[in-house]
Nanobody, 116 residues
Framework: QVQLVESGGGLVQPGGSLRLSCAAS????????MRWYRQAPGKERELVAT????????DYADSVKGRFTISRDNAKNTVYLQMNSLKPEDTAVYYC?????????WGQGTQVTVSS
């Protein structure tokens, strides 16, 4: 079965960096576009970054452009989110996503807290 397992979250000071990882299994990872979403307390889940199956194209929410970088390693079935210059407003649970017809696949999420 499809599994997405996020890791790498934690507590970081403003201006700091974190790298999130999402290990995928149960499907042919290299043929799917992958996405990172986040959900802050009391807010709707929002799309943060997208990467196509080969990694040849990426897209970002305006709020993270220039600070976050999405990448993938198809040999390791893993997608990453490098987050630099973190701000308190980046505090959220971050989720890995693979879309499908019907219900999307989601990981369990990893908490990122940006606070001094």
């Amino acid at each position: 079965q499809v599994q997405l397992v996020e890791s790498g979250g934690g507590l970081v000071q403003p201006g700091g960096s974190l790298r999130l990882s999402c290990a995928a299994s149960g499907f042919t990872f290299s043929i799917y576009t992958m996405r990172w979403y986040r959900q802050a307390p009391g807010k709707e889940r929002e799309l943060v970054a997208t990467i196509t199956n080969t990694g040849g194209s990426t897209d970002y929410a305006d709020s993270v452009k220039g600070r976050f970088t999405i990448s993938r390693d198809n040999a390791k079935n893993t997608v990453y989110l490098q987050m630099n210059s973190l701000k308190p407003e980046d505090t959220a649970v971050y989720y890995c996503n693979r879309r499908r017809v019907g219900a999307d696949y989601w990981g369990q999420g990893t908490q990122v807290t940006v606070s001094s």
